[in-house]
């Protein structure tokens, strides 16, 4: 299995910028964590304060939540925090648990990436597709069913091929243990604003939006990123996409930086708050003419929905 080939630092950047870029921060990603959780925070409590705000906490919401895993991911690039035992433990307990399994499969597209052997080349392989099969996926996020199938579809799969004499019982008790952090922290979750009398915010401005905006923005990142990106592509600038994004769809849509998925997989060890700063110095030299860059969300998903309905 052959990686995929690399982009070098010293083609792109001097010394100095290049310590610049990639030096680790004790309180930048602590900054940002804490910014995730304050914007949720404030927009829980203006939809509690003013409950006609809900339809507008929810996409803000599920933004952040998408924020909180992308900084988790920065996390597995141990770009977090200078200390590794710090980095990880916030990046699992602020973030996402899942960080311990994410780590290795993340880090294998990254050695892999559009390749063969690259585990998310399912995500970017079917497009483009058709308008009709986008709305489609749109109306499954935003109608729960997205979440529903990659959250809990494996117990109804579990007990469909459990052993002989198996009861359903014990399957489910099987299958549900495999989400007990989930169940857990949701739980406590829900305990907490019941307490205080508010079990309604949490079901509508925690639950809702992470079943229905977050899959959806999760989807739309998932395309930006490397949709109609060729396969085996040996032009490390071209092997995944670098999306403009506005103050509405950094607030909507990608929050922290993630737009610039084409600096990150040139140059893995960069921080989230680095690569604006190396896409502006990428951009001094013109090596933006040659990488692989779309003006924004909506020109890349029509370029990703061009086949006839």
């Not at 909180?68 to 990880?88: P, S």
């Not at 579990?158 to 004499?165: F, N």
């Not at 169940?183 to 509508?204: E, M, S």
């Not at 140059?267 to 001094?284: E, G, I």
Request: aromatic share 12%.
């Amino acid at each position: 299995m052959a990686a995929a080939p690399r982009a070098q630092p010293e083609d792109f950047f001097t010394t100095d910028e290049w310590q610049s870029l990639t030096a680790r921060s004790s309180w930048k990603g602590l900054w940002l964590v804490l910014h995730c959780w304050g914007v949720i925070g404030v927009a829980m409590l203006a939809g509690i304060v003013w409950p006609w705000t809900i339809p507008l906490v929810v996409p803000i919401v599920g933004a952040r939540q998408l924020g909180l895993f992308i900084l988790m991911h920065d996390a597995a690039h141990a770009g977090l925090h200078r200390n590794r035992k710090v980095n990880d433990w916030v990046g699992y307990w602020l973030c996402s648990s899942t960080l311990r399994d994410y780590r290795p499969y993340h880090l294998q597209h990254h050695r892999f990436v559009q390749q063969t052997e690259d585990p998310d080349l399912v995500l970017s392989a079917p497009f483009p597709i058709t308008r009709a099969s986008m709305w489609r996926k749109v109306v499954r996020d935003l109608s729960g069913q997205t979440f529903y199938k990659q959250r809990f579809g494996h117990i109804a799969e579990g007990i469909r091929k459990r052993a002989p004499g198996e009861s359903a019982l014990k399957v489910l008790g099987r299958e549900l243990a495999k989400d007990r952090r989930f169940l857990v922290a949701n739980g406590l979750g829900f305990l907490a604003f019941a307490v205080a009398g508010y079990w309604w915010a949490w079901l509508l401005m925690w639950l809702l939006p992470m079943a229905t905006w977050l899959p959806l923005v999760s989807r739309v990142r998932n395309i930006a990123e490397h949709a109609l990106v060729a396969q085996n592509e040996a032009d490390p600038l071209r092997q995944a996409r670098t999306t403009h994004a506005g103050w509405l769809e950094r607030i909507l849509v990608a929050p922290y930086w993630v737009n610039y998925h084409c600096e990150h997989h040139m140059f893995t060890n960069l921080p989230c708050w680095a690569l604006p700063k190396a896409h502006r110095l990428l951009q001094r030299q013109g090596a933006i003419a040659r990488m692989e860059v779309q003006p924004g969300y909506l020109s890349l998903l029509k370029r990703a929905t061009a086949l006839a309905a």
